[in-house]
Antibody
Framework: EVQLVQSGAEVKKPGESLKISCKGS????????IAWVRQMPGKGLESVGI????????TYNPSFQGQVTISADKSTSTTYLQWSSLKASDTAMYFC?????????????????WGQGTLVTVSS | QSALTQPASVSGSPGQSITISCTGT?????????VSWYQQHPGKAPKLMIY???NRPSEVSNRFSGSKSGNTASLTISGLQAEDEADYYC??????????FGTGTKVTVL
């Protein structure tokens, strides 16, 4: 079964650092991009950025550039989203999702599966 | 990167059909046939419903269909059922090589 399993909920104070994870299994981890998606309380989905674990090529949504760092560890099939100094406005659910852009010999574009989400709460 | 525009809410009675629009620009929806749709129930992760404008994963009911005209994509749910009550998001590949999501639509089954 293809799945992404994310790390558990976190409660942090402003200014603290944090690294959350997303572990893939059931497929060739290095052959698919992984996206990180933010969902603030009661709000919609926003692309944070994507990473290709095969070579760690990364693209950020300009709105998040410099605010977070996305990385990957091929040896453990895990991608990470990290902050060096959290703000209250980082409070949100964060999802990872596998991006499929080539399937059955054709280019395509979709996100599946999704991780279960990691709730990050930043409060003093 | 601006979010794609969706109606905030759409409602319908059981058995009816509803359509959700998703309007973008010539840099995303209008330039690529890479629009996908996701269903999200409260407290759950999004689920893929439609990809590449109109393709449906095998496990998704054929009551869900997608289309596109110009800069606007649409998701139609026919034979509306109580279980279809959820939030729906469109997504499009963009010229920035990263996807953009829609603002989201809450579907209510009356």
């Amino acid at each position: 079964e293809v799945q992404l399993v994310q790390s558990g909920a976190e409660v942090k104070k402003p200014g603290e650092s944090l690294k959350i994870s997303c572990k893939g299994s059931g497929y060739s981890f290095t052959s698919y991009w992984i996206a990180w998606v933010r969902q603030m309380p009661g709000k919609g989905l926003e692309s944070v950025g994507i990473i290709y674990p095969g070579d760690s090529d990364t693209t950020y949504n300009p709105s998040f550039q410099g605010q977070v760092t996305i990385s990957a560890d091929k040896s453990t099939s895990t991608t990470y989203l990290q902050w060096s100094s959290l703000k209250a406005s980082d409070t949100a659910m964060y999802f990872c999702a596998r991006r499929v852009d080539f399937w059955s010999g054709e280019t395509t574009n979709w996100f599946d599966p999704w991780g279960q989400g990691t709730l990050v709460t930043v409060s003093s | 990167q601006s979010a794609l525009t969706q109606p905030a809410s759409v409602s319908g009675s059981p058995g009816q059909s509803i359509t959700i629009s998703c309007t973008g620009t010539s840099s995303d929806v209008g330039n690529y046939n890479y629009v996908s749709w996701y269903q999200q129930h409260p407290g759950k992760a999004p689920k893929l419903m439609i990809y590449d404008v109109s393709n449906r994963p095998s496990e998704v009911s054929n009551r869900f269909s997608g289309s596109k005209s110009g800069n606007t994509a649409s998701l139609t749910i026919s034979g509306l059922q109580a279980e279809d009550e959820a939030d729906y998001y469109c997504s499009s590949y963009t010229s920035s090589t990263i996807e953009v999501f829609g603002t989201g639509t809450k579907v209510t089954v009356l």
